[in-house]
């Protein structure tokens, strides 16, 4: 198996695994326990918390946990915007994670604004000509696009929120581990990010709020995270959590070259072995192990299906819409032609990747190509 998909999840690291079998022989309590297993438990979460905002240039008492990315968005889409009526602006192509809770929010009477994209799924320079930002409630955006890589330059976007008082959601999922991330300089009222993106545990992941930002929590029955998520802390995954970013973060700079390294290897070779092909995004500004390439004349899922019987594993799109066989939402936003959209395919490589899997890849999706261009 040759596993390209590493922007649907991540092989838990080595490290993190033993760090987290430390942390349950030792930190077994409940960390809301007043006795000395509580508070043992205590320590290691608050630990955990501490690094978290360290490496992400937040405050501590600004890292709520919660159970990963999804629950982040939700928690604050829907905790900015309790009881509020108004407009919603976003970029079109967001994940499922940030586009469910706002239809939500449509059904009850708010109304939805989309951001005119480029070609390569930037915001466009006159994306904000018709834009009423006097009735917004909030704006959201996906920092680094789970499908084409595309690293969004929000500084405009982020400055218009601040001028007007609104609140600027964040999701920051598949940026954090793989590009610097600053909760402090992004101007994001909250910022949503999950472990298992990079190479932590899942069902662990945190929503970071600015101080002073009222978030009503979502969910209830305790006054754990500040009040503002219920529930016993999954210390164990917490402690997963920070030993996994601070890895990352560690030498960023040369899991970043790895990374592009392995990337360009694959583009390079599937476009000089696969004919015809198109990269989708911004090849300036995009993550480093993120490639989005079009096979004209493929179609996608059957292309995709093949590759799974020869032991490739990619995607036609964001794991949390699998089943679908609509066109990726970004491509559509991207004004991508239909012989574009739909022979699509996203390969993420991982830090776990070798040149040898690249090279091995190509061959394939190669063969496999031809194959059914022939069909």
Do not use: W
Not at 28 to 49: C, M, T, W, Y
Request: net charge negative.
């Amino acid at each position: 198996m040759i596993y390209l998909d590493n922007n649907s999840t991540t092989p838990l690291a080595d490290e993190v695994f033993e760090e987290m079998l430390a942390v349950s022989n030792v930190a077994f309590g409940n960390p809301g326990s007043r006795h000395i297993a509580g508070r043992k438990a205590r320590q290691v979460l608050e630990d955990s918390r501490e690094q978290i905002a360290q490496l992400l240039d937040a405050k501590p008492d600004e890292v709520i946990f919660t159970s990963g990315g999804t629950e982040s968005s939700n928690l604050a889409i829907n905790g900015l915007t309790v009881g509020r009526k108004g407009t919603v602006i976003l970029p079109p192509g967001e994940h499922p994670a940030t586009v469910e809770p706002i239809k939500r929010l449509v059904q009850g009477g708010c109304q939805q604004q989309k951001l005119k994209l480029t070609t390569v799924g930037q915001l466009a320079d006159d994306a904000f000509d018709d834009l009423d930002i006097s009735e917004a409630i909030l704006v959201t955006a996906i920092y680094a696009h789970n499908e084409t890589g595309t690293i969004l330059d929000l500084e405009k976007l982020s400055q218009l929120c601040e001028e007007n008082r609104v609140p600027l959601h964040i999701d920051a999922v598949q940026a954090t581990g793989k590009i610097p991330v600053s909760f402090r300089t992004s101007g994001a009222s909250t910022m949503s990010i999950g472990a298992h993106k990079f190479h932590g545990p899942r069902g662990i992941g945190a929503l970071l709020i600015r101080d002073g930002v009222k978030v009503f929590p979502q969910q209830v029955g305790g006054f754990q995270e500040n009040s503002k998520r219920a529930g016993t802390e999954p210390v164990m995954l917490a402690a997963g959590m920070s030993k996994a970013l601070a890895i990352c973060c560690e030498d960023l700079d040369q899991r970043q070259q790895k990374l592009e390294s392995l990337r360009d290897q694959l583009q390079t070779g599937l476009q000089e072995t696969c004919g015809k092909t198109v990269i989708n995004g911004d090849l300036s500004s995009r993550l480093p192990n993120t490639l989005n390439i079009a096979f004209p004349s493929c179609d996608a899922e059957a292309l995709l299906v093949a590759l799974d019987l020869n032991g490739v594993c990619c995607s036609h799109g964001s794991a949390c819409a699998s089943g679908s066989s609509e066109p990726a939402p970004i491509l559509l936003g991207m004004n991508c032609p239909p012989e574009v959209y739909n022979s699509s395919l996203r390969f993420s490589v991982g830090i776990q990747n070798t040149a040898e899997e690249i090279a091995s890849a190509i061959e394939i999706v190669s063969q496999t190509v031809q194959r059914l261009r022939q069909t």
